[in-house]
């Protein structure tokens, strides 16, 4: 998965503790967002960026703060940690693809986080 | 409202033709996109749709019916490799390229 790049890959939290969890690319593109993965379930869409300085909310927002200040950052804050947020994190951007006309989504490795 | 269906899970041979289906009922479409999904791994892209009929990629071939909301992944000469998760996501009409998933179908390949 070269151009998207997380960090940490796995994280035990205690609750009320915070965390950033980083997403780094190195493709200069301005779409990025960010999903969360629970067992067994699709992706759901907590935030994403259609480019610096720009942020919007997506399907499940709530607990999540995220900052755009450059293209290549977009890391996700969990201020305060809580056991519902135990989930799989994936950055997504938009991917280089072999059609470039369709858009396709090109994720990161992931980020097992864990809410103890 | 946004809404994916698929079956949560599905059963084939090795060897075997499988058709996994989903339908959606969105409030806007600009495309739909099947993803493979194996287990501890990163969702990674299968198909794209966003006219009416049949892409075809190798093995794997997808179908489009804009008008009755539905989409399926066919996939032909199945090998233990593809048991995975197989993901169905529809892009939204606006310009933010963002893609709602349905909670995906297990498949298993069996000998």
């Known amino acids: 998965n070269a151009g998207v790049t997380q960090t940490p890959k796995f994280r035990i939290l205690k609750i009320g503790q915070s965390m950033t969890l980083q997403c780094t690319q190195d493709?200069?593109?301005?779409?990025m967002y960010w999903y969360r993965q629970d067992p067994g379930m699709g992706l759901k869409l907590i935030y994403y960026?259609?480019?610096?300085?720009?942020?919007d909310k997506g399907e499940v927002p709530n607990g999540y703060n995220v900052s755009r200040s450059t293209t290549e950052d977009f890391p996700l804050r969990l201020e305060l940690a809580a056991p519902s947020q135990t989930s799989v994190y994936f950055c997504?951007?938009?991917?280089?693809?072999?059609?470039?006309?369709?858009?396709?989504?090109?994720f990161g490795e992931g980020s097992r986080l864990t809410v103890l | 409202g946004q809404n994916i269906d698929q079956p949560t899970e599905m059963t084939a041979t090795e060897g075997a033709i499988v058709q996994i289906n989903c339908t959606y009922q969105?409030?806007?479409?600009?495309?739909l996109f099947w993803y493979q999904q194996h287990a501890g791994e990163a969702p990674t892209f299968l198909s794209y749709?966003?006219?009416?009929g049949l892409e075809e990629k190798g093995r794997f071939s997808s179908f489009l019916s804009r008008s009755k909301g539905y989409s399926y992944l066919l996939l032909k000469e199945l090998q233990m490799k593809d048991s995975a998760s197989y993901l169905c996501?529809?892009?939204?009409?606006?310009?933010?390229?963002?893609?709602?998933f349905g909670t995906g179908t297990l498949l298993a390949v069996q000998p």
């Open positions: 997504a951007i938009i991917g280089p693809g072999d059609r470039p006309d369709t858009g396709e989504l090109f």
């Open positions: 493709m200069n593109h301005n779409y």
């Open positions: 960026s259609v480019g610096a300085g720009i942020t």
């Open positions: 969105t409030s806007g479409f600009n495309g």
């Open positions: 749709n966003v006219l009416d």
């Open positions: 996501a529809v892009r939204d009409g606006g310009a933010t390229n963002k893609l709602i």
